[in-house]
């Protein structure tokens, strides 16, 4: 099939047609790792991909290079030892415009708190496709796939207009400005970095940092980027952050219980429940 004909199909795909690979991708995902979600994650998950599709359908649709490769290797840590850095993007060509596109689940708000943070990954990344690989770049940009909890509400609502008005107001597309002068530096950081990680140094973040609010969020980051975390139930941090907003020892009850994710409390109540296979 012709790259034409490929971007024809993908700008009339309906819904159903959608819903046909996530269940097919669902069912092989689910053989391959022998994991399954529950109905109510697993729908969850469909609404994540519908709205989202929905929302980025326009530059989805025009992506014409996805999952590019990028390494930057032969790199040396402040005590001498050898990394690579390696990401994965998206690049979109359209004429003589050509964008580059990194796709994080972080939410919006907090990216654009942090845009310093994101520059300096892209700029790595755009170092390699321009000066490494040779390649044209034009811009770079921050897809964020995050739900945001006004299109949750919107839809637990089950109010089309609310959805559509909730779903106006979200923008995933976030511009990043990059700065190949950034390079030197950041590479240096992730070498101190992986210093760390070999000398086994795993020290969480302080409590202050976990109670600090993004501006645009108005989230903590224990919220934003904890709660997201395998090991938060066994981190001094967390735990301390944890009791802490909850009224400490006078309400006597398990951190755990108060600070897992919505979602999470709803598939451990149904996880034990028999799945088909």
């Known amino acids: 099939m012709s790259k034409t004909a490929i971007k024809q199909e993908k700008a009339e795909i309906d819904e159903a047609t ?49 999952e590019i490769n990028l390494v930057l ?17 998206d690049i979109v060509r359209a004429g003589k415009d050509t964008r580059m ?10 990216i654009r708190d942090n845009i310093d943070m994101y520059s300096e990954q892209l700029s790595i990344y755009a170092y390699i496709w321009k000066v490494l690989r040779g390649n044209e770049l034009d811009g770079t940009s921050v897809i964020s796939t995050f739900y945001p909890e006004s299109v949750a509400q919107a839809i637990r609502s089950g109010d089309a207009a609310v959805l559509d008005k909730a779903l106006s107001g979200w923008n995933p597309l976030i511009d990043i400005p990059y700065d190949p002068k950034q390079v030197d530096a950041v590479v240096t950081s992730f070498g ?52 802490a907003g909850k009224g400490g020892k006078k309400k006597q009850m398990q951190y755990f219980e108060l600070f897992a994710v919505d979602d999470e409390r709803e598939e451990a109540k149904t996880a034990i429940l028999p799945t088909e296979y």
């Open 18 to 66: 959608l819903r046909g690979y996530f269940d097919r991708n669902f069912q092989f995902l689910k053989m391959e790792s022998g994991h399954a979600l529950t109905e109510d994650m697993k729908e969850l998950a469909w609404n994540h991909v519908k709205y989202y599709l929905k929302q980025m359908h326009e530059l989805a649709t025009s992506v014409t290079d996805t």
């Open 73 to 89: 290797p032969n790199r040396r840590t402040p005590k001498s030892k050898r990394f690579a850095i390696e990401g994965i993007v």
């Open 101 to 110: 596109y990194d796709i994080k689940t972080h939410e919006e708000g907090y």
């Open 192 to 243: 101190e970095i992986v210093d760390k990680i070999e000398d086994g140094e795993f020290a969480p973040p302080p409590v202050k940092v976990l109670q600090t609010k993004s501006k645009q969020a108005k989230q903590p980051f224990g919220v934003l980027t904890c709660r997201h975390c395998d090991a938060r139930f066994s981190c001094s941090s967390y735990r301390s952050y944890a009791k």
